[in-house]
C-alpha cells in the first residue's frame, strides 16, 4: 500500500513538473536600442492574472529567480525574469543579454538596464499582461524599479524593492537621485533588505508618495537583494510572509 502511495505521489509530481515547464519557456524581445533581451516567461494562468516582472542584482541573471517565480505562479502570478544588460551569472544561468550587450560593444551600466526594463514592461503589456502589472527589482534593479515606476505610473500597478539605495552617483547621477524619482510615486510600494541596509534607503522610503508602501525588516540580520527568499536560508520564511502579505492585494490565491 504505501509503495502504491509513493507511485502515485511521484507521478502526480512528475504531471504537476511537466505541466509547469510546458507553461515556462524562454523569450526574446528587443531593448529600446535594439539590444535582444533573454527572458523567461513563466505563464501558469490566464492573461488577465496579476503579472510580476523581475530584475536582477549586479552580476547575476534571471537565474536568481529559478525558485522565486514557480513560488509565485503558486500563489496566482504570471512571471517574466529578466536578463539586464548588467549582469552576469547565476544559479547556473548565464546572462544571455549581457553577453550580446559586450559582443555587441553596448554600454552595460547599472543606468544603461533602464531602458531594457522599460523594454520588459512594454512587451509584457502587449503580449501577456492584461491585468495588473508589477515590477520587482534587486540591489541595484530595486533603485531602478522605483525609477522606472515613478515614470510608468499607467502601466505599473506596484513596486517590490529589495535593497535599494542611491548607488548612481559615479555614474553622473545625483546623490539623491533614487529619493526625488520615489517622490513621484504613487502606486503601491513594497521595500525590504538587511536588516543592516535600512540606513540605505529609509530616506528614499519616506520621499515616496504613495499612501500605501509598506517595508519590512528581519528579525534575523536577514540578506541583501531578492536571494533572501531562497529556501536554503532560514529567514526566508519571514520574508515570504511579508511578500505575501503585500501582494495578497492583487491575487485572490494566498
Not at 510546458?22 to 488577465?48: E, F, M, R, W
Not at 522605483?146 to 535599494?164: C, Y
Amino acid at each position: 500500500m504505501k509503495s502504491f502511495k509513493f507511485i502515485l505521489t511521484t507521478i502526480l509530481f512528475l504531471l504537476v513538473s511537466l505541466t509547469l515547464a510546458a507553461k515556462t519557456k524562454t523569450v526574446t524581445y528587443k531593448s529600446q536600442d535594439g539590444l535582444l533581451i533573454t527572458a523567461n516567461l513563466y505563464l501558469t494562468h490566464k492573461i488577465n492574472a496579476p503579472f510580476i516582472i523581475l530584475f536582477h542584482q549586479a552580476g547575476w541573471s534571471r537565474g536568481e529567480y529559478k525558485e522565486t517565480a514557480p513560488t509565485l505562479n503558486k500563489l496566482g502570478f504570471n512571471c517574466l525574469t529578466v536578463d539586464l544588460r548588467s549582469g552576469g551569472k547565476v544559479n547556473g544561468v548565464i546572462n544571455q543579454t549581457h553577453k550580446r550587450a559586450e559582443e555587441q560593444k553596448k554600454r552595460t551600466n547599472y543606468i544603461d538596464a533602464i531602458q531594457d526594463m522599460e523594454a520588459s514592461i512594454k512587451y509584457a503589456k502587449n503580449n501577456y499582461s492584461k491585468g495588473k502589472l508589477i515590477i520587482w527589482g534587486s540591489s541595484y534593479s530595486s533603485a531602478l524599479v522605483l525609477v522606472v515606476g515613478s515614470k510608468n505610473k499607467k502601466n505599473v500597478d506596484g513596486i517590490l524593492s529589495f535593497s535599494p539605495g542611491e548607488y548612481f552617483e559615479k555614474l553622473g547621477k545625483s546623490s539623491t537621485y533614487i529619493t526625488e524619482n520615489a517622490k513621484n510615486i504613487t502606486q503601491p510600494v513594497f521595500i525590504t533588505s538587511a536588516k543592516r541596509e535600512h540606513s540605505l534607503w529609509k530616506n528614499i522610503f519616506a520621499a515616496i508618495l504613495s499612501k500605501d508602501k509598506t517595508f519590512f525588516l528581519p528579525k534575523s540580520e536577514g540578506n541583501h537583494g531578492s536571494r533572501v527568499l531562497w529556501s536554503k536560508f532560514k529567514y526566508s520564511k519571514e520574508y515570504w510572509e511579508a511578500v505575501k502579505s503585500f501582494l495578497s492585494k492583487y491575487s485572490k490565491t494566498k
